[in-house]
């Protein structure tokens, strides 16, 4: 069945790149996101990739999607305090791409 | 506009007791959800509904849980009876199938904690 595999944690000092990497199993996901939740809050859609795009660049987020690995990376450039907040990976469960699978989520600690 | 909108945020029961979680998906939207988050399992998807129509429910862990949608502008998970390994934060999310169809819009969550 489906299933999204991400780090646990990661620890990075303010002004750092960030990377956040997940690998997926359904292949035939059109589509693969990227969510994000902070404290005590549902999660929101921070981005997303169209599974034939390698990379997707939006301001200091970068996602690079590896079709052939399965594997999907967030990059965050010049990591802010504000970035402190749970990340997760999402792959379709359905043929629609309405419902989505999402791994356990990254913790991501920016110290100042 | 209002977002997704989750009752009770937070509910403390006892064990065999009934809980009732709702939610009041965004207007217009035509998908429903309903996650669990733990430490342990992180984010669970146990149903999600379609025009008001359940479409996979098998993410629901035992017949102690039930959901419904009889409008499309309200849903209700249901556990009875309930029991301490039920404890989490229970999510509703809605979504209108667009570009990207996976866009789903959560609600602030329902945190449960049955002693």
Same mark, same amino acid.
């Given at each position: 069945g489906e299933d999204v595999e991400q780090s646990l944690f990661l620890s990075v000092r303010e002004g750092d790149s960030s990377v956040i990497n997940c690998t997926y199993t359904d292949s035939s996901s059109t589509y693969l996101y990227w969510y994000k939740q902070e404290?005590? &809050?549902?999660? !929101?859609?921070?981005?997303?990739?169209?599974?034939?795009?390698?990379?997707?660049?939006? @301001?200091?987020? =970068?996602? +690079?999607?590896?079709?052939?690995?399965?594997?999907?990376?967030?990059?965050? &450039?010049?990591? !802010?305090?504000?970035?402190?907040?749970?990340?997760?990976?999402?792959?379709?469960?359905? @043929?629609?791409? =309405?419902? +989505?699978?999402?791994g356990k989520?990254?913790?991501?600690s920016v110290s100042s | 506009d209002a977002g997704v909108i989750q009752s009770p945020r937070h509910e403390v029961t006892e064990m065999g007791q009934e809980v009732t979680l709702r939610c009041?998906?965004?207007?217009?939207?035509?998908?429903?959800?309903?996650?669990?988050?733990?430490?342990?399992r992180g984010l669970e998807l146990l149903i999600y509904?379609?025009?008001?129509?359940?479409?996979?429910?098998?993410?629901?862990?035992?017949d102690r849980f039930s959901a419904k949608m009889p409008n499309a502008s309200f849903s209700t998970l249901k556990i009875q009876p309930s029991e301490p390994r039920d404890s989490a934060v229970y999510f509703c999310a809605s979504s209108l199938a667009g570009i990207p169809p996976g866009e789903l819009f959560f609600g602030e969550g329902s945190r449960l904690t049955v002693l």
């Open positions: 404290p005590g &809050a549902g999660l !929101q859609l921070l981005t997303y990739i169209f599974s034939n795009m390698d990379m997707k660049q939006d @301001q200091r987020l =970068t996602v +690079l999607l590896n079709k052939k690995d399965k594997h999907l990376s967030l990059r965050i &450039a010049d990591t !802010q305090t504000g970035d402190s907040a749970i990340y997760f990976c999402a792959e379709t469960l359905n @043929q629609a791409g =309405t419902a +989505l699978i999402f989520g990254t913790t991501l | 009041k998906p965004i207007s217009g939207h035509n998908s429903l959800f309903w996650y669990r988050q733990t430490m342990m509904f379609n025009n008001n129509v359940p479409i996979d429910d098998s993410g629901m862990p035992e």
